[in-house]
T-cell receptor, first 109, second 114 residues
Framework: QKEVEQDPGPLSVPEGAIVSLNCTYSNSAFQYFMWYRQYSRKGPELLMYTYSSGNKEDGRFTAQVDKSSKYISLFIRDSQPSDSATYLCAMSRTDKLIFGTGTRLQVFP | DVKVTQSSRYLVKRTGEKVFLECVQDMDHENMFWYRQDPGLGLRLIYFSYDVKMKEKGDIPEGYSVSREKKERFSLILESASTNQTSMYLC?????????????FGPGTRLTVL
């Protein structure tokens, strides 16, 4: 079993939709949780960072962590075609980051 | 802003060639990493370094070596390139405790080995 599981998609939604991206994990030692966005043929860029259970909001993006269920989510409100990318979750334990395989999102006009 | 640069965006090499991939970061980060990214497999850690002249194996070090002579520069070396090393190579750096802190990525090098 992988330490971090992420549905690869693709997820295709119309512009303006609310998008929910999710990851589950098995290791309760994970302390910090991140979301990266990766456009085609580019490197991943950090989108959100959180270290506790609950919600963190940044503009149209909300990161949610539920440590009791070992589940993290990224919500995108009012999605735009420019949000079309692959979204990777990442989690840290004491020695390294563990990445999900990424969910490909397409927002069509 | 953190900036991580990689020497080439696209590279085509022949089987058996020695390949050098260079990475430079400008934020005085202690830690640097090399990953490869393949469809369906995600990011896999090849090597990382916590300090100058230090290196540690990641999850898939076979066929690769690294060099870190200066804090800002981390090189990945494919000693004898093979077709199964065709991939996207990503360099990253982070400021924090070992590998557990947020990592900042370069734009990637898409390597094709013929």
């Amino acid at each position: 079993q992988k330490e971090v599981e992420q549905d690869p998609g693709p997820l295709s939604v119309p512009e303006g939709a609310i998008v929910s991206l999710n990851c589950t994990y098995s290791n309760s030692a994970f302390q910090y949780f991140m979301w990266y966005r990766q456009y085609s043929r580019k490197g991943p860029e950090l989108l959100m960072y959180t270290y506790s259970s609950g919600n963190k909001e940044d503009g149209r993006f909300t990161a949610q962590v539920d440590k009791s269920s070992k589940y993290i989510s990224l919500f995108i409100r009012d999605s735009q075609p420019s949000d079309s990318a692959t979204y990777l979750c990442a989690m840290s334990r004491t020695d390294k980051l563990i990445f999900g395989t990424g969910t490909r999102l397409q927002v069509f006009p | 802003d953190v900036k991580v640069t990689q020497s080439s965006r696209y590279l085509v090499k022949r089987t058996g060639e020695k390949v050098f991939l260079e990475c430079v970061q400008d934020m005085d980060h202690e830690n640097m990493f090399w990953y490869r990214q393949d469809p369906g497999l995600g990011l896999r850690l090849i090597y990382f370094s916590y300090d100058v002249k230090m290196k540690e194996k990641g999850d898939i070090p076979e066929g690769y070596s690294v060099s870190r002579e200066k804090k800002e520069r981390f090189s990945l070396i494919l000693e004898s390139a093979s077709t199964n090393q065709t991939s996207m190579y990503l360099c990253a750096s982070s400021p924090g405790a070992r590998g557990a802190d947020t990592q900042y990525f370069g734009p990637g090098t898409r390597l094709t080995v013929l």
